[in-house]
């Protein structure tokens, strides 16, 4: 049996530890609509896409890109510019590589960038690799 000094002891641990359990239980309580939970890590977009780089073809263009390895990633998104640094306009979407732009003309320059999109609707920086292609 327990001496009384050695309970005595451990008492402020024990009511640590359920003001701790209280806590946790209150907070995720708390939530009664999902749409008002927050959960760590809800808020961040996925990785920017790597490696892209595009294949001509007779009035289009293939492009490939590493595809990212976390589970945020749910679609790409294609954009593509006429000028170099310019404005990027929506060009499509994608689930993954390739992707291919049937409206570009033999002879025209174009700049591709791509983004991805996560379970969560927040969408990536444009790839760090900027395409051109003739």
């Known amino acids: 049996m327990k001496s009384l000094k050695h309970i005595s002891k451990s008492l402020p641990k024990v009511f640590f530890g359920l003001i701790l359990l209280a806590w946790g239980t209150a907070l995720i309580s708390g939530c ?6 927050y959960i760590i890590g809800e808020d961040t977009p996925p990785a920017v896409p ?25 679609f790409y998104v294609i954009y593509r510019s006429l000028t170099e640094f310019g404005q990027y306009d929506w060009l499509g979407e994608a689930d993954g590589p ?5 409206s570009a ?9 791509i983004t991805a999109v996560g379970f ?12 051109y292609d003739v």
């Open 32 to 37: 009664d609509d999902c749409d008002d939970c």
């Open 50 to 74: 790597r490696g892209l780089f595009s294949e001509t073809g007779d009035n289009s263009v293939t492009l490939w890109w590493i595809e990212n390895q976390d589970e945020e990633t749910d």
């Open 98 to 102: 390739p992707f291919v732009d049937n």
């Open 105 to 113: 003309d033999n002879g025209d320059v174009y700049y591709y960038a």
């Open 120 to 131: 969560n609707g927040l969408e990536s920086e444009l790839s760090y690799e900027t395409v």
